[in-house]
């Protein structure tokens, strides 16, 4: 940890959490990225102004502003009469990501299902592969209700 993000202490928990998302799979600029974006009150920062908080080049967040929009953490802008691209995220980023998720599970329960036909239920593969069809499936109808449930909380504010 340099100097600068040990006196800093948004930059330390930008580090923290970004290493907490590179442990569950993420990459570890977009996670640097993408929390760095999350701390920044606007929401909103420039590919410069990224690479100036994060202490990397600019080259570095080409790759991470890219891989975050390709999975919905985050989206491109500009302002109006501006040059510059900025990269935002909104308040319901986890919301969209989670949302889209469900997208996912239907295509990957649906896959399941076809191979499961394919290995038939006396093969051992047979039977794994529809074991995680109906985890899928558990999940999408788990996911739906969690997020009306959060939907709810959040319009109790």
């Given at each position: ?12 928990f ?16 977009p ?14 920062l ?23 929009d ?7 802008g ?11 995220v909104?308040?319901?980023s ?9 997208k996912?599970?239907t ?17 051992p ?12 499936e ?20």
């Amino acid at each position: 940890m340099t100097e600068a993000v040990a006196d800093d202490p948004v930059a330390r928990f930008v580090e923290r959490f970004a290493l907490l998302m590179f442990e569950a799979g993420v990459p570890r600029m977009p996670a640097r990225v993408f929390t760095r974006l999350l701390a920044t009150d606007s929401g909103k920062l420039t590919a410069t102004e990224l690479a100036t908080a994060l202490q990397v080049s600019p080259a570095a967040i080409s790759g991470a502003v890219r891989y975050l929009d390709q999975v919905g953490l985050i989206h491109k802008g500009r302002e109006p009469g501006q040059r510059r691209d900025h990269y935002a995220v909104s308040d319901t980023s986890w919301y969209e990501v989670l949302t889209n998720r469900d997208k996912l599970l239907t295509s990957w329960s649906a896959a399941m299902e076809e191979g499961a036909e394919i290995l038939g239920p006396d093969s051992p593969a047979g039977r794994r592969i529809a074991t995680t069809q109906r985890f899928f499936e558990f999940l999408q109808r788990e996911m739906s209700q969690l997020v009306e449930r959060w939907r709810v909380e959040e319009a109790g504010r």
